[in-house]
């Protein structure tokens, strides 16, 4: 199997830890997306949305969006509950994630930390104040509770950790989320845990050559 991947995205990363924890090999692909590589038409003949995480499968189907390829390879494993409740609360973390979640947390961070929150000082802020509500959800979601579903992690966990573990960097004070603190350290605790994500490259920068055309990522 393939992994086409960005090495500083947080979407990503959350494939590489499920990889990890389940201790599966795997190619990993490189793709510059400030270099315009997921945006080529080979690429986007794999991925028409042009984004990465994508995983080629053996059989030459690709599989994209993060919380899909993590349901698909959490499957049969610890990582996804049989029951359909416990399953239908699994997708409904994964959903959060992605409407509520990343879009701010992971674009406020993104933003902050290659410059993009020049100039628009008032959308950045918006999307960090949205971050910290969705922040305080998450710590709702985890006050009494150990994992988000069940009592073992699933996807669901691994999901949110991607960028919960990095939220300070959006310019978000994590003091007031005691319960989210401990749950970052359970999934730092889980046996095979990783964590590779890098920092943006510089090429990643607002106005630079390549990140000055680029902003779709996080
Ligand atoms: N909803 C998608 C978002 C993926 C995404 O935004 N990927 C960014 C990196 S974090 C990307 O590859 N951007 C490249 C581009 O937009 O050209 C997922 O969860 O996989």
Redesign the pocket.
Known sequence: MKLYD?P?????F?VRLLLALLDRPYERVP?D?FA?E??TAAYLAKNP??????VELPSGETV??????LLYLGEGTRFVPEGLEERARVWAWLFF??NLF?PNV?TAR?WRLTGRDAGRHEEWESRRLAGIGALEALERGLTGREWLVGDAPTVADIALYAYAHVAHEAGIEMAPYGSVAGWLARVQAEPGFVNDLVSYPAGARAGSASGSV?????
């Open positions: 960005y500083a995205s947080a979407n990503c959350k793709v997306i315009g997921s945006s949305a042009g984004r990465t995480p994508l994209a969006e993060s919380n899909a390829i994630e992605q990343e992971g993104f680029h902003d779709r990522a996080s």
